[in-house]
């Protein structure tokens, strides 16, 4: 499944099903773990960046308390680059492996 994470008017993540565009270049490539229970609180990407997750899950926590759950293949784009941003928490039984891509 595609997502796209974004900061709304409200000031607030909020996250939607998503159609990646085929023409948007790449800057580079990250490699991330996280053990299972990991969590990291609030906060936004670091830059405009597609994550994917190769194993494990991940919840996406959301300002409105909706949470997001993002297995293996799951792809998000995360352009929440102001306001409140999200959480992320490895979940399961299985480290969380994913990579970050770098977008302009």
């Known amino acids: 499944m595609f997502y796209r994470i974004f900061t709304g008017d409200d000031g607030q993540s909020h996250m939607e099903e ?5 023409d948007l270049p790449a800057t580079g490539i990250i490699f991330r773990r996280h053990e299972p229970g990991n969590f990291i609180d609030w906060h936004v990407a670091p830059k405009k960046q597609f994550i994917v997750t190769l194993e494990g899950q991940v919840e996406i926590g959301l300002g409105d308390g909706t949470v997001y759950t993002l297995g293996p293949g799951d792809m ?13 928490k490895a979940v399961g039984d299985r480290t969380r492996v994913s990579i970050a891509i770098p977008v302009e």
Not at 18 to 22: A, D, I, K, L
Not at 76 to 88: R, S, Y
């Open 76 to 88: 998000m784009l995360a352009e929440d680059l102001t306001g409140q941003g999200h959480t992320t």
């Open 18 to 22: 998503y159609s990646p565009p085929v």
